[in-house]
């Protein structure tokens, strides 16, 4: 059985070569050449459509994240609106959206960040305190219209530009390298002197950013009126209790001295009692002055303003103090236009003003001298001038005589029963109704007092 199958099959084997070798060569290799050629055709062509598709794939693949990038640039340059259009709905789509949603929150970040900062800097601008910034190097970063007119400052840019170049202030460099540091609050009073004068500054420096290149930021506060008043209540206090000392001790003097006995010496008892009552009447004018001022700067106690004619306010004034002027043989007299010169002022307060220059023109001129009061108008306003011949102000002293307690002559006012605090009444005075006080003067030769109160709206022009 086996012996025939081998047969078979070495039978079959034979008859294949005889075929074979029966076809001829030439035959055999054209077959060939044209499976070659179908061959490689059949490549190309799968070749072009397999490089065809990944390159559609590709950009498939490509364009969004490409799209994404450029959104990302735009972002990144400040253009927060862009945002990745025609996403595909794959994974590199969920990134895209996911872009899209930081973009989103960015604008809004952005946007809120924008109206804080707008909204500090108005805050900034509006404050009457002075706010400068300094970065690590003293280079100005912002600095508010308030402190460019504390520290003088001009209106040109001044941001990065060394603060010591701009503002010329003592301890200003001192103050910010405390706060540097200490790294907390730092606190010093500084002058200022530009070409309006001096000023007092109250700064407070604090330290923001990096420990190790720190900005500070200077609040600053204009106290130079506060230390005026200060310096002003002090003064005022002191001047008050010497003021009030000087008679009270006369006073305890002459009635310590009656008590001793001199009540009965007919011959001084009369004399010592005439001093008492000079001094009584004396601490009785002190303080009808201190309670007018005080009546003037108390804001619960506003004038009672109307419209009144000055001319019987002049003819009150000059009778009531006849007698004062015909003892020293003076030649007083009112020179007004014809007709009522009517402003608006408190009768009360109008009075006491004509009263203090009066009756100071009569204490300061010599026997026989002149006295004037001047009325008249210019445009809107009644100018009152009171002139006499006394003996006059030096023009040093002309700038401080409305001041409280100034007196020209010290012993000579207190002589006369001055307290030196009429004609800061008067300054005072005018003020509070609108109105303005001057003085001009010549030693020896007079003064002449000048107060303009606004006429009355319906008065006679």
């Known amino acids: ?6 047969l078979w099959k070495l039978f079959a084997a034979f008859a294949f070569v005889v075929l074979v070798t029966s076809i001829p060569l030439t035959e055999i290799e054209n077959q060939l050449g044209s499976m070659r050629a179908r061959i490689l055709l059949g490549a190309g062509i799968g070749s072009f459509v397999a490089i065809a598709l990944g390159l559609l794939i590709a950009q498939r693949t490509t364009a969004p994240i490409t799209r994404m990038i450029r959104t990302a640039e735009e972002l990144r340059e400040g253009r927060f609106g862009a945002r ?7 994974e590199i789509g969920v990134l895209g959206d996911a872009l899209n949603r930081l973009g989103e929150e960015i604008t809004r970040r952005i946007a809120r960040l924008w109206d804080d900062e707008a909204q500090l800097r108005a805050m900034l601008a509006g404050m009457a305190e002075g706010v400068v910034a300094v970065d690590g190097e003293d280079r100005v970063v912002f600095a508010n219209e308030a402190a460019r007119t504390l520290l003088g400052i001009g209106d040109g840019d001044i941001r990065g530009k060394r603060l010591w170049e701009l503002a010329r202030i003592a301890d200003f460099d001192r103050l910010i390298s405390e706060a540097r540091t200490t790294g907390g609050t730092a606190r010093r009073e500084l ?13 407070y420096a604090h330290p923001f950013g990096p420990q190790s290149a720190s900005g500070v930021v200077v609040v600053l506060h204009d106290i130079t009126e506060l230390r005026r ?29 009656l008590l001793s006995g001199a009540l009965h010496d007919e011959q001084n008892n009369e004399r010592f009692l005439e001093k008492i009552d000079k001094h009584v009447n004396r601490l009785d004018h002190l ?4 309670l007018s001022l005080a009546r003037l700067e ?18 009150q004034a000059l009778g009531a103090h006849d007698a004062a002027a015909r003892e020293k043989n003076l030649e007083c007299r009112i020179d007004a236009p014809a007709g009522p010169v009517r402003v608006h002022g408190d009768p009360e307060a109008i009075t006491q003003v004509i009263d203090n220059l009066l009756s100071n ?21 009644a100018v009152l001038e009171v002139k006499d011949t006394g003996v006059g102000i030096p023009a040093e002293d002309l700038e401080r005589v409305f001041e409280r307690f100034y007196r020209v002559d010290k012993a000579r006012s207190r002589d006369l029963g001055g307290t030196g605090l009429g004609l800061s009444i008067v300054k005072n005075m005018v003020q509070a109704m609108h109105g303005e006080v001057s003085v001009e003067s010549e030693l020896g030769t007079g003064s002449c007092f000048r107060v303009r109160l606004p006429l009355a709206s319906l008065g006679t022009r």
Do not use: C
């Not at 002003?232 to 000087?246: A, G, M, P, Q, Y």
């Not at 804001?299 to 003819?315: C, H, R, T, V, Y």
């Open 298 to 315: 108390s804001q619960g106690d506003a004038l009672q303003m109307e419209d009144l004619d000055l001319q019987p306010i002049l003819q």
């Open 84 to 90: 990745v259009l025609d996403l595909p709905t794959d």
């Open 1 to 6: 059985m086996f012996r025939s199958r081998f």
């Open 229 to 257: 008043l200060e310096r002003v209540r002090r003064d005022f206090v002191s001047n008050v209790s010497h003021e009030l000392k000087t008679p009270l001790t006369s006073i305890r003097g002459y009635v310590e001295t």
């Open 361 to 381: 023109a009569i204490k300061y001129t010599a026997e026989q001298g002149q006295v004037s009061l001047k009325l008249q108008r210019d445009g809107e306003w």
């Open 191 to 203: 002058t200022a002197v530009s070409d309006g004068g001096a000023s007092m500054l109250a700064a």
């Open 287 to 290: 303080v009808s002055d201190l």
